[in-house]
């Protein structure tokens, strides 16, 4: 027997992974469909995992599509979709399949043009991103038929952002279709800055995806890979032993390993069967690189020259292509590609294509690596020349031969081609990325400042603060420098929002008056009228209401005059906002209504999402229940895009005020992962208060305690609301009553204007004197008077005051409106104090049973500070 190629017949040590990804499978066949990521070092064999796990899928009658991610520096958004997809549309009807997709087919069209003209809708749109992840979701349920798609994306690893997005929306999105994705990625890779990480440790706490991970092979499971390959029933212990610890258990590098030592001779075919040389005297090459380097010395220097051209394009490459690269004629490409493939470095990737790929990433790398710099450069020069001449080239792949070509001037036309494709698809990190590595090579002094503000623009779109203020802060005064003093103006709006959002409300507020100066002059126009939005928010976020109101006002007005739609709309958010803090809160949730149901209809993504979010703090923070549950539907068509954490915030924020310990703790830790993701500080901020809030309720005190951020770290007025009562609970859940009395000495009447945080500040404190004098300076007016949060402050009081009835009043129409409302956390707190005043009434038969629902309920929800107060109020 001649053994012509070292590749193991079997798969080995896999099958619990296996089995993994046939239940997944077998669960999309029963229209239970989901995502499995499959997670492993280089070479331990994910694509051999995924590829078994194909096959038995086409048994099965599942349709079969792949595609895989780049690992060029400047990749096409998508790319792994696209390629999925792209395959499967080859041989599809493009006009059946249109007409079954609906609508969705001119969403889709944006990436695929076989499906007819792009739809009209706006291109920086949030929205509208959503639109294209559903769309591409339709396609794929389409494409599933009457059993299930397999959708198998190779090397996350090298994921563009936009592609990492839409997998995640995928996770949110598969149930109940028969569609899988199964996806892998490197391990090895994920150093604690990789892009992916973060999304990877998502996935793991929330479990909405299942993760595989392969782990090396063990000591008896290399020896059995080594006994398939040679056909022999057992290894002796020490060359197993040895093959183990050399190849760290994984099955490519043994593979090579294995291939090495017959090339060297130094396992070799006898008579009897398979022997090898005294383990000293096999020489092993110190590491995979070596090896895959000395297995090219057995091809020809014609061959070696084809394949080093062929890693310069990349992982996968065709024939024609090649050749001119190369620039060797067709024989003698197919030459090296025989050869190659038979020294098992490459493979035939598809049959009908032409088209091959280099067996492991590895290979390629190797290959890559080893070649001298202005070769190297050469190389991908040429690259770039055979791509301009194809017609189906995309400008990202090409500006990235072009960077790695040293041809940096040819470079900046494409990259700018790449990220205006990039923004239309609502890829707005890939924007920033190609407009910002591609600004320096632009000579021009003005043109280079503007290309950097539009990629600080992207990354705001993205939620990715500090990039943002990173590039318009050096960019904006070269703009201005210039002579282009209103389009600087115009971008440190932005400028401005973001040093907000990184909790420098001292220096936004600078950039919006500089901004003032410029716009003001030049008249009535849309950006000056989202400058008036922009201060009227600060005065809100600092209960300067009636200066709120005159710029909300001024921002209508200004939109009115200038025929700006967005900012007329925007501008009755902030305007709803101010008028409940004046008490006016019918009015106010009407103008936040409308400025919702305008923002909807007008496809402004942000101003939608900013209505949503507002609409609910308030609500919650008033105690309005039914204002809460209709807004609560609403957070569905809040933009998730980037890492902007609105979503998940709000959500957590809910959970929690229902009682839904468990459900909240999930929703802030994802929060606070995609505001540290993004830089968003100031989210950042309100969801670690909001996760030690939770946890503090579930009575993890010294975790609350050490996520709690410190009371210095305030710094917009209404920052108090957000942190009083999680300040006060993450004391009780501790034992530290004086504690939580110091944390409400801290808060001051004027932050009450909404009812909360009073509430908090009467259960921290046992001071009725200096309680009764607090209450009397809060400005709450109006209707907010009619809050149950202040009406369970007043119960608290009366309370500690010895006026038991007046305590039972209170706090009972305070319990009730809470439990009409679902607030059922707040139910819980506020009637073991209602039970208190009642045993002091008189009623203890009914405060007994009271707190004996309130422990059970609370137990059971996790919440178990509420379960200990009300176990305690019962023992006194």
């Not at 190779?154 to 952002?161: M, T, V």
């Not at 410029?518 to 600092?542: D, K, M, Q």
């Not at 504690?739 to 001071?767: F, K, N, Q, Y």
């Not at 009835?805 to 819980?828: I, K, P, R």
Request: glycine fraction near 8%; charged fraction near 25%; hydrophobic fraction near 45%.
């Amino acid at each position: 027997m001649v053994l012509s190629r070292v590749l193991c017949p079997t798969l080995i040590g896999r099958d619990s992974e296996l089995s993994t990804l046939e239940d997944a499978l077998l669960s999309a066949l029963r229209g239970d469909g989901g995502v499995v990521i499959v997670g492993g070092e280089a070479g331990m064999g994910k694509t051999r995992l995924v590829n078994t796990l194909a096959s038995r899928a086409r048994t099965l009658g599942c349709v079969v599509v792949a595609g895989g991610c780049s690992e060029a520096e400047l990749s096409l958004p998508y790319l792994p979709f696209l390629e999925a997809i792209g395959n499967y549309l080859t041989t599809a009807d493009a006009g059946d399949l249109g007409q079954r997709l609906g609508p969705a087919a001119g969403e889709l069209a944006q990436l695929f043009p076989q499906l007819g003209a792009p739809s009209g809708s706006s291109t920086d749109s949030v929205q509208a991103k959503l639109r294209l992840f559903e769309s591409i979701l339709i396609l794929l349920r389409d494409a599933a038929g009457h059993r299930a798609l397999l959708v198998i994306l190779e090397d996350l690893q090298w994921a563009d952002p936009a592609t990492r997005e839409l997998l995640d929306y995928a996770t949110r999105r598969l149930r109940s279709t028969n569609v899988l994705i199964v996806a892998t990625y490197r391990t090895d890779e994920m150093h604690r800055k990789h892009a992916l990480l973060p999304t990877i440790q998502g996935w793991r706490r929330s479990g909405q995806v299942e993760l595989v991970d392969l782990r090396p092979l063990t000591p008896q499971q290399v020896a059995s890979m080594v006994c398939a390959i040679f056909e022999e029933r057992s290894i002796s212990d020490e060359f197993r032993d040895f093959l183990h610890e050399r190849s760290e258990g994984n099955p490519f590098v043994l593979e090579e390993m294995l291939r090495d030592a017959i090339d060297r001779g130094d396992v070799f075919r006898t008579e009897t069967g398979w022997d090898r040389k005294a383990v000293a005297e096999i020489r092993i090459p110190p590491n995979v690189r070596d090896t895959i380097l000395q297995r090219l010395e057995r091809l020809s220097r014609e061959d070696v020259a084809v394949l080093s051209a062929a890693s310069v394009m990349g992982r996968s490459f065709d024939v024609e292509s090649l050749a001119e690269v190369a620039q060797v004629d067709g024989t003698a490409v197919l030459s090296a590609l025989e050869a190659s493939v038979a020294a098992q470095l490459i493979e035939e990737e598809d049959r009908r294509s032409g088209g091959y790929r280099f067996r492991h990433a590895l290979t390629r790398e190797a290959i890559y690596e080893d070649l001298v710099a202005p070769r190297r450069q050469r190389l991908h020069s040429r690259v770039a020349d055979v791509m301009d001449s194809r017609h189906d080239r995309e400008p990202v792949d090409q500006a990235n031969q072009l960077f790695m070509a040293g041809r940096n001037q040819d470079a900046v036309a494409m990259s700018i081609a790449a990220a205006d494709s990039a923004l239309q698809g609502r890829a707005y990190r890939d924007a920033a990325e190609l407009l910002e590595r591609a600004a320096p090579y632009v000579s021009d002094e003005a043109e280079r400042a503007r290309m950097l503000c539009r990629a600080g623009e992207a990354y705001h779109y993205n939620a990715e603060s500090q990039s943002a203020r990173r590039l318009l802060e050096a960019a904006i005064p070269g703009l201005e420098k210039a002579g282009f003093a209103v389009e600087g103006a115009i971008h440190r709006i932005t400028l401005g929002r973001s040093l907000w959002e990184l909790m420098r409300s001292d220096l936004a507020r600078e950039q919006f008056e500089q901004a003032r100066a410029v716009l003001e002059p030049n008249g009535p126009s849309e950006a000056l009228a989202n400058l008036y939005i922009r201060i009227a928010s600060l005065s809100t976020f600092n209960a300067d209401h009636r200066t709120a109101i005159e710029f909300a006002r001024k921002a209508a007005k200004t939109a009115e005059l200038a025929g700006a739609n967005l900012p007329s709309v925007w501008s009755l958010n902030f305007l709803g906002l101010s008028e409940v803090g004046l008490g006016e809160v019918d009015a106010g949730f009407a103008h936040l209504d409308q400025s919702y149901q305008g923002a909807l209809a007008g496809g402004y993504d942000f101003q939608v999402g900013n209505a949503v979010y507002n609409a609910i703090w308030l609500a919650v923070h008033l105690g309005r229940g039914d204002e809460v549950a209709k807004w609560k539907e609403r957070i569905s068509v809040m933009p998730q895009i980037g890492f902007e954490p609105w979503p998940t915030y709000a959500s957590a924020f809910i959970a929690l005020e229902r009682g839904q310990i468990g459900e909240a703790i999930r929703f802030a830790q994802a929060a606070v992962q995609k505001a540290r993701e993004g830089g968003h500080k100031k989210m950042a901020w309100r969801a670690h208060v909001l996760l030690a809030h939770a946890l503090a309720e579930n009575l993890r005190a010294d975790e609350a305690s050490n996520l709690m951020p410190p009371v210095s770290s305030r710094v917009d007025q209404q920052d108090v609301t957000y942190d009083a009562m999680p300040r006060v609970r993450c004391c009780l859940a501790a034992g530290d009553f004086a504690g939580a009395e110091r944390e409400v000495r801290l808060v001051r009447p004027e932050g009450c204007e909404h009812g909360s945080p009073l509430d908090a500040v009467a259960e921290g404190t046992r001071d009725a004197k200096w309680l009764r004098e607090f209450i009397a300076k809060i400005p709450a007016q109006g209707e907010v008077l009619g809050s149950p949060r202040i009406a369970a402050a007043r119960g608290r009081l009366a309370l500690y005051e010895g006026r038991f009835d007046d305590a039972c009043q209170a706090l009972s129409s305070a319990v009730d409106a809470f439990e009409t409302g679902s607030f059922q956390l707040d139910a819980w707190h506020v009637g073991s104090a209602l039970a208190d005043a009642e045993f002091s009434s008189g009623q203890a038969d009914v405060a007994r049973n009271r707190l004996r629902r309130i422990a059970a309920d609370a137990q059971a929800a996790s919440a178990l500070l509420a379960a200990r107060v009300a176990r305690e109020t019962a023992s006194r």
